[in-house]
């Protein structure tokens, strides 16, 4: 297992298009997570899964923005209508059943809105 | 509200020289971890500590939990330039098997050889 992977690493679109990313967690772990990540700060939860279920989500995460993960396998983050304001680092985590073994994360996809 | 407060935001220092940035809340956590991310990556994980007054080494890393498990402090000795990053402390409620980890806004190291 490679690790987490996340596509595409850059996405550079305008105004008001429909973005998707990638994203595959290490295949044994049952949980994936969201973060999303601006420059100087932590990064901010959005949502996650166990295993196909979305089990909570983020005030965050306007209507505008959807996560899904069939089958428990990988998961698709879609922006709908962006805005400059969603110029960030999106952060993809996947890890076992219980936080105390930490998270494994991808290198990022990072989104910028013109 | 930021459940975890890091400190301090910004350090810059010399090759050699010791350090410390602290993580503190309000709240209790079930445990914290500590991340090192660099420019254009994701956190990698460092050390996670779960019980109150634990203390974790790893080479020259030194890592305690606070007693009332509300704070957690780094501690770096003789520090490289390879120890530059960022530092995130993340922390776990709810007894840690649900919900999801709140990470607070880091501090940023630079080690100048």
């Known amino acids: 297992d490679t690790g987490v992977s996340q596509n595409p690493r850059h ?3 305008k105004r008001g298009q429909n973005v998707t990313f990638r994203c595959d967690p290490i295949s044994e772990h049952n949980r994936l997570y969201w973060y999303r990540q601006t420059l100087g700060q932590g990064p901010e939860f959005l949502t996650y899964f166990q295993n196909e279920a979305q089990l909570e989500k983020s005030r965050l995460l306007s209507d505008r923005f959807s996560a899904e993960r069939p089958k428990g396998s990988f998961s698709t983050l879609e ?3 962006t805005e400059q304001g969603d110029s960030a680092m999106y952060l993809c985590a996947s890890s076992p059943w219980h936080l105390d073994y930490g998270y494994t994360f991808g290198s990022g996809t990072r989104l910028t809105v013109v | 509200t930021q459940l975890l407060e ?3 935001q910004f350090l810059s220092i010399q090759e050699g020289e010791n350090l410390t940035v602290y993580c503190n809340s309000s709240s209790v956590f079930s445990s914290l971890q500590w991340y090192r991310q660099e420019p254009g990556e994701g956190p990698v994980l460092l050390v ?3 019980t109150g007054g634990e203390v974790k080494k790893l080479k020259r890393l030194t890592f ?5 498990r509300k704070d957690s402090s780094l501690h770096i000795t003789a520090a490289q330039p390879g120890d530059t990053g960022l530092y995130l402390c993340a ?6 098997s649900q919900g999801n980890l709140i ?11």
């Open chain 1, 11 to 13: 996405k550079i679109t």
């Open chain 1, 79 to 81: 922006i709908q209508r």
């Open chain 2, 6 to 8: 890091q400190s301090p």
């Open chain 2, 48 to 50: 996670t500590v779960v």
């Open chain 2, 64 to 68: 305690q939990f606070g007693d009332a």
């Open chain 2, 91 to 96: 922390g776990a409620r709810d007894g840690g």
């Open chain 2, 103 to 113: 990470f607070g806004k880091g501090t940023k190291l630079s080690v100048k050889p």
